[in-house]
Nanobody, 126 residues
């Protein structure tokens, strides 16, 4: 079964950057659409970004478009979320999630994700 783990969270000042990583054991992430989902305190979960397995297409929520970039390094079996120009409202627990089906990716439909990591906390504060 797929085992996912996120890393790279931490405390950063507004305007700063962080890069989150999602790794997997026992499976090649190239076979999965990988999404990043976040949950901020007092708010519902939000699909932030997704990268498809078929052609590497990327998708972003309007709230992060132009600031965040999702990518994958198949040689390292890792998916990244580069977060730039961070805002306090980006503060959340960030999860990576995987599905073998690309249909959930374009809609940032995290309900369609089959496997989840445990999350990494990102805090944006001065």
């Amino acid at each position: 079964q797929v085992q996912l783990m996120e890393s790279g969270g931490g405390l950063v000042e507004p305007g700063g950057s962080l890069r989150l990583s999602c790794t997997a054991s026992g499976v090649s992430l190239r076979d999965y659409a990988i999404g990043w989902v976040r949950q901020a305190p007092g708010k519902e979960r939000e699909g932030v970004s997704c990268i498809s397995s078929s052609d590497g297409s990327t998708y972003y929520a309007d709230s992060v478009k132009g600031r965040f970039t999702i990518s994958r390094d198949n040689a390292k079996n890792t998916v990244y979320l580069q977060m730039n120009s961070l805002k306090p409202e980006d503060t959340a627990v960030y999860y990576c999630a995987a599905t073998p089906y690309d249909s959930s990716c374009s809609a940032l439909d995290y309900y369609g994700m089959d496997y989840w990591g445990k999350g990494t906390l990102v805090t944006v504060s001065s």
